[in-house]
């Protein structure tokens, strides 16, 4: 029986909430035998079912062992996944991308998928992980000759580190050198505004629409 998108779909963001590790890489296998859209497949499906996770986490559901345990399945799934979505990246470097997550913050999983997906559509990414000092990412920002800055945060007590990297830039007076992004899950269009930075994204494809936009090719 063919089983339509939605509820392949469906299956991904169930797998990771049944914390189903053998299911959850099976489909994953089998997305990239199909050809399916590996983009949708992280965004439309795992992604889903880790949020489901936070929630069910959030409401007592679940423990902190379980929120971590759907955490290293989604991780396990990008593992897979992430190395064909780059299989299609361009030679050329449209401009240049440095993506930290914030000091103090692990999550790393969206920071992990805007990154991967920046880089499928040719741009030079340089991704620093997570619990980065703000001073760290703008030092490589430097190094490496950025164009972007992007800073992950998705917790409410390390958002002010995407502040800090704004007002460091002005203390040094590289605020006109740099674009800086946010994103995250308490990540507002006030909170933008609020530390003066560039722009946000709320995920993977909307990111790369901002950065296509901001470098103009
Ligand atoms: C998975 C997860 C974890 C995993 C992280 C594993 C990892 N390697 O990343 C683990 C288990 C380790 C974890 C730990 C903790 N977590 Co947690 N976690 C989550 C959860 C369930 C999902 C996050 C996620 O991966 N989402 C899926 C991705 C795809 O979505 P995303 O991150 O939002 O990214 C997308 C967009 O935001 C955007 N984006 C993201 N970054 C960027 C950057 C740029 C530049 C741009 C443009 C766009 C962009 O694009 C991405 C792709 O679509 C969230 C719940 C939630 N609703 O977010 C809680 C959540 C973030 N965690 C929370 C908490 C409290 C914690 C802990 C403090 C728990 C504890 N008591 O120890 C610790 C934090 C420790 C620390 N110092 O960081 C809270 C935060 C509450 C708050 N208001 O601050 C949340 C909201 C859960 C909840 N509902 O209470 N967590």
Same mark, same amino acid.
């Given at each position: 029986?063919? +089983?339509?998108? =939605?509820?392949?779909?469906?299956?991904?963001?169930?797998?990771?909430?049944?914390?189903?590790? =053998?299911?959850?890489?099976?489909? *994953?296998? @089998? /997305?990239? @035998?199909?050809?399916?859209? +590996?983009?949708?497949?992280?965004?439309?499906?795992? *992604?889903?079912?880790?949020?489901?996770?936070? &929630?069910?986490?959030? &409401?007592?559901?679940?423990?902190?062992? =379980?929120?971590?345990?759907?955490?290293?399945?989604?991780?396990?799934?990008?593992?897979?996944?992430?190395?064909?979505?780059? @299989? $299609?990246? &361009?030679?050329?470097?449209?401009? #240049?991308?440095?993506? /930290? !997550?914030?000091?103090?913050?692990?999550?790393?999983?969206?920071?992990?998928?805007? $990154? !991967?997906? +920046?880089? /499928?559509?040719?741009?030079?990414?340089?991704?620093?992980?997570?619990?980065?000092?703000?001073? #760290?990412?703008?030092?490589?920002?430097?190094?490496?000759?950025?164009?972007?800055?992007?800073?992950? *945060?998705?917790? !409410?007590?390390?958002?002010? $580190?995407?502040?800090?990297?704004?007002?460091?830039? @002005? &203390?040094?007076?590289?605020?006109?050198?740099?674009?800086?992004? +946010?994103?995250?899950?308490?990540?507002?269009?006030?909170?933008?505004?609020?530390?003066?930075?560039?722009?946000?994204? =709320?995920?993977?494809?909307?990111?790369?629409?901002?950065?296509?936009?901001?470098?103009?090719?």
């Amino acid at each position: 029986m063919l +089983l339509s998108q =939605e509820q392949i779909f469906k299956d991904m963001m169930d797998s990771i909430v049944n914390l189903d590790e =053998e299911t959850a890489i099976d489909l *994953a296998s @089998k /997305a990239i @035998k199909d050809n399916m859209n +590996l983009i949708d497949v992280i965004e439309k499906g795992y *992604a889903i079912g880790i949020q489901k996770v936070g &929630e069910l986490w959030e &409401e007592g559901e679940f423990f902190l062992p =379980e929120l971590m345990r759907g955490a290293q399945i989604m991780q396990n799934c990008l593992d897979l996944l992430i190395p064909h979505l780059q @299989k $299609g990246s &361009e030679e050329v470097s449209r401009g #240049k991308v440095v993506i /930290a !997550t914030i000091e103090g913050d692990i999550h790393s999983i969206g920071k992990t998928i805007v $990154g !991967t997906m +920046l880089r /499928a559509y040719g741009y030079e990414v340089h991704d620093l992980g997570a619990d980065v000092p703000a001073e #760290k990412i703008i030092d490589a920002a430097i190094e490496k000759d950025a164009d972007i800055i992007g800073v992950s *945060a998705l917790l !409410t007590t390390t958002m002010f $580190g995407q502040k800090k990297i704004i007002e460091i830039l @002005k &203390e040094r007076n590289l605020l006109e050198r740099f674009k800086v992004i +946010l994103g995250g899950a308490p990540v507002t269009r006030s909170w933008v505004n609020e530390c003066n930075a560039d722009g946000f994204a =709320e995920n993977a494809i909307d990111a790369v629409k901002l950065v296509k936009s901001m470098l103009g090719k």
